[in-house]
């Protein structure tokens, strides 16, 4: 037998060995199992969903009831209660995301009747669970050893609270304890208040998942977990069990047949690189996009006319689908790579629905031809506006602090949402100004994934070969493995330079009045300017209390993400805390190691496209050259 055939023979086994594998945990999975009077139901921009969750017509189909699917969706987290939540996403592995501005006016008021509608409930069928939570208990007496409540200007009697602890306080309660979502303030976590914006984790038990696919309905009675109906007295571990298999054998059986048609069909025409991209994102991605023949792109952008930009390995056309959309055609250069990049972008993309993430329309891979149909950014990205300031045509935007502070916040989100909003944890590793689109309204929205890598959203750090990302933006560890583990934190240092960057562009130091020397080393003069303006409270960094304030806010977080050792930045979560919590709460972080001034610091050429600042930039360009 040839080596074709043996091939051939090998994908064939290991396919019918996945699935045997594959299909049992995917036949257990809440969304995949739907009894025929509970189905799924559309909720707006929430899309379809089911079990665990319900609509007010389905009251006995899931513990959590969402109403309003035709406006703003809110959701009941608590049955015996008339209380609502705006919400505003719903992911595939059953995390809510809470946002509220009605709760946050509660919250503003400091009533301690806020208490009960922030505390989240428990019960034998499921349970929520948040990142950050602070545990209170409502004592009729002072605890001997218990912690007042965290913060002060909430002053509530018999209330006390014990953060990052399992002990129980030493007083009588008139209430068990229960748990608060809560958000942090500042880079250490030691300071935390109340929140409106919260994510909240579904975990529901297993009593409860087998009563649901038994027909009945979960019920607390007295505390303790009931199957209302259904049949699980007798045989539902074995009826589990045979539907298990069943599907197990059907899809296995399925497999077997498309395995063997394909196998003999490879081996007499090859298996061609179009079609291994089209299996990788069929199994890989959340959704479809659009796929374009050539013939189809050159109608779309005119023969590639209007050409928008030029980079190292494409080109970017603007162009307009048949129903009027205006879209950004990239163009990527002929290569005789197997398009891993290519294929990597795709299926990264596609995981992602954010409003800070560029949306992929499409794409065209055929002979050689590989484009990607992104939608079009009228505003182009956000280089344009921080390195040619003072070159703007006439009437053409030139962006202030709070423009500024508006596109960094946006850019956090987006970030923040590629590490812990996606069922997989997405790595950009390349966040840089070039790469930062922006709509009409100069919304903020991350491209080029062509780098980014995808992991486990538990893991904490991740292996990586060679070197990925742009000389200036990289972190330290990513270059040498010995400042620590390549992770999430690596983009997050990408990000505080890229919020320097735009902070060094907006004020250079010439502007600064700190003296005569125009080539002092950059981390040294924004320091510097810092510790000028709290020793005289002056307005160094905006025209107003309010610029001042964002453009400190700003700085202090760039610092804190650029510091050398991973474990010392913050997550992007927090960096999003910073940003929209008070100025008052954040101190400025002390001087990375690996910052020492240069002998000579360079001068920036026009083409350059960050400062080099450090020693270690210095190393990074080298290494690249």
């Given at each position: 037998m040839n080596t074709e055939f043996h091939?051939?023979?090998?994908?064939?086994?290991?396919?019918?060995?996945?699935?045997?594998?594959?299909?049992?945990?995917?036949?257990?999975?809440?969304?995949?199992?739907?009894?025929?009077?509970?189905?799924?139901?559309?909720?707006?921009?929430?899309?379809?969903?089911?079990f665990p969750f319900n609509n007010v017509s389905l009251t006995d189909c899931g513990l959590y009831t969402v109403k309003n699917c035709s406006g703003q969706p809110k959701i009941q987290l608590k049955r015996e209660e008339e209380i609502w939540f705006d919400v505003v996403a719903i992911s595939q592995s059953n995390v809510i995301h809470i946002d509220d501005p009605e709760l946050q006016k509660r919250i503003n008021t400091r009533s301690c009747s806020i208490l009960d509608d922030l505390a989240l409930p428990t019960s034998p069928s499921s349970s929520l669970s948040a990142d950050y939570t602070l545990t209170l208990y409502n004592c009729t007496h002072k605890p001997i050893d218990?912690?007042?409540?965290?913060?002060?200007?909430?002053?509530?009697?018999?209330?006390?609270?014990?953060?990052?602890?399992?002990?129980?306080?030493?007083?009588p309660t008139s209430k068990s304890e229960f748990f608060i979502p809560i958000r942090p303030i500042d880079a250490n976590n030691s300071a935390v208040e109340f929140t409106s914006n919260f994510q909240l984790q579904v975990t529901i038990s297993t009593p409860c998942t087998q009563c649901f696919r038994s027909?009945?309905?979960?019920?607390?009675?007295?505390?303790?977990?009931?199957?209302?109906?259904?049949?699980?007295?007798?045989?539902?571990?074995?009826?589990?069990?045979?539907i298990?298999?069943?599907?197990?054998?059907?899809l296995g059986s399925i497999i077997v047949v498309i395995s063997t048609v394909i196998f003999i069909y490879k081996k007499r025409k090859g298996m061609s690189n179009k079609n291994k991209i089209d299996e990788i994102i069929r199994r890989c991605s959340t959704h479809t996009p659009k796929q374009y023949s050539y013939s189809k792109l050159k109608k779309i952008t005119d023969s590639f006319k209007n050409k928008l930009g030029q980079g190292g390995f494409s080109s970017i056309y603007k162009g307009k689908l048949p129903d009027g959309?205006?879209?950004?055609?990239?163009?990527?250069?002929?290569?005789?790579?197997?398009?891993?990049?290519?294929?990597?972008?795709?299926?990264?993309?596609?995981?992602?629905?954010?409003?800070?993430?560029?949306?992929?329309?499409?794409?065209?891979?055929e002979?050689?031809?590989?484009?990607?149909?992104?939608?079009?950014?009228?505003?182009?990205?956000?280089?344009?506006?921080?390195?040619?300031?003072?070159?703007?045509r006439e009437n053409e935007t030139v962006m202030d602090w709070n423009m500024l502070y508006s596109i960094v916040t946006g850019v956090a989100r987006g970030l923040e949402y590629l590490h812990q909003g996606c069922n997989t944890r997405i790595l950009h590793f390349d966040i840089k100004p070039h790469n930062i689109l922006l709509d009409n309204e100069f919304c903020p929205k991350i491209s080029d994934f062509g780098?980014?890598?995808?992991?486990?959203?538990?893991?904490?750090?991740?292996?990586?070969?060679?070197?990925?990302?742009?000389?200036?933006?990289?972190?330290?560890?990513?270059?040498?493995?010995?400042?620590?583990?390549?992770?999430?934190?690596?983009?997050?240092?990408?990000?505080?330079?890229?919020?320097?960057?735009m902070v060094g562009e907006r004020k250079?130091?010439?502007?600064?009045?700190?003296?005569?020397?125009?080539?002092?080393?950059?981390?040294?003069?924004?320091?510097?300017?810092?510790?000028?303006?709290?020793?005289?409270?002056?307005?160094?960094?905006?025209?107003?209390?309010?610029?001042?304030?964002r453009a400190r806010k700003m700085i202090i977080v760039g610092l804190w993400c650029i510091q050398t050792l991973p474990e010392e930045r913050p997550s992007m979560s927090v960096v999003v805390a910073m940003l929209e919590g008070s100025v008052d709460g954040l101190q400025i972080p002390p001087k990375p190691t690996l910052f020492q001034p240069p002998t000579a610091f360079p001068h920036r050429s026009s083409s350059s496209s960050s400062y080099c600042i450090t020693t270690l930039e210095d190393i990074f360009r080298f290494s690249t050259t």
């Open positions: 091939m051939g023979l090998f994908c064939f086994l290991l396919s019918f060995v996945l699935t045997q594998l594959v299909a049992l945990p995917l036949a257990r999975r809440d969304s995949s199992y739907v009894r025929p009077f509970c189905p799924l139901f559309e909720c707006g921009n929430l899309g379809l969903i089911g218990g912690l007042p409540l965290f913060d002060s200007s909430f002053s509530c009697p018999g209330y006390y609270s014990y953060v990052n602890t399992s002990a129980s306080p030493n007083c027909g009945g309905q979960c019920s607390n009675t007295r505390g303790q977990f009931v199957c209302k109906g259904g049949n699980t007295k007798i045989g539902q571990s074995n009826l589990q069990k045979k298990f298999i069943t599907v197990a054998i059907a959309r205006e879209v950004a055609v990239k163009l990527l250069n002929e290569s005789n790579d197997n398009g891993e990049d290519f294929m990597n972008e795709v299926v990264s993309i596609t995981r992602t629905s954010h409003l800070n993430i560029v949306t992929l329309l499409g794409f065209c891979y002979q050689g031809k590989r484009a990607l149909v992104y939608e079009y950014m009228p505003k182009g990205s956000l280089d344009k506006y921080i390195f040619h300031r003072g070159q703007q780098l980014a890598k995808q992991c486990k959203a538990r893991e904490s750090h991740m292996s990586m070969t060679g070197v990925k990302g742009t000389a200036g933006f990289m972190a330290p560890e990513v270059i040498f493995r010995n400042f620590g583990k390549v992770s999430h934190k690596s983009d997050v240092y990408s990000f505080g330079m890229l919020v320097l960057e250079r130091p010439g502007e600064l009045g700190v003296g005569e020397n125009k080539e002092e080393y950059f981390p040294d003069w924004i320091y510097e300017d810092l510790g000028r303006s709290d020793v005289d409270g002056g307005l160094w960094w905006g025209s107003t209390e309010e610029e001042e304030e």
